[in-house]
């Protein structure tokens, strides 16, 4: 799934956690347990990601936003009258 060079680390995780992260393998879910870890720690990034566009975009002025993309409208030679 993702070609970049990977790097070993080791963690430390509860009982219950492994126990569940060893269920997901056992039900072939994910091939081992560093393939369960990369992706719920992708999927979590992801997620972060997107929290963060979303306060990021709630910064924005809807009214000045529209003004910049009117006046960015008006100058493109695809829109004159």
Known sequence: ???MPKEKVTVTIGRELLRRLDRLVAEGQYPNRSSAVEEVLRKQFA???RARLAREAAKLDPAYEQALADEGLAGDSFCSP
């Open 47 to 49: 997620k972060v990601d």
């Open 1 to 3: 799934m993702n070609d």
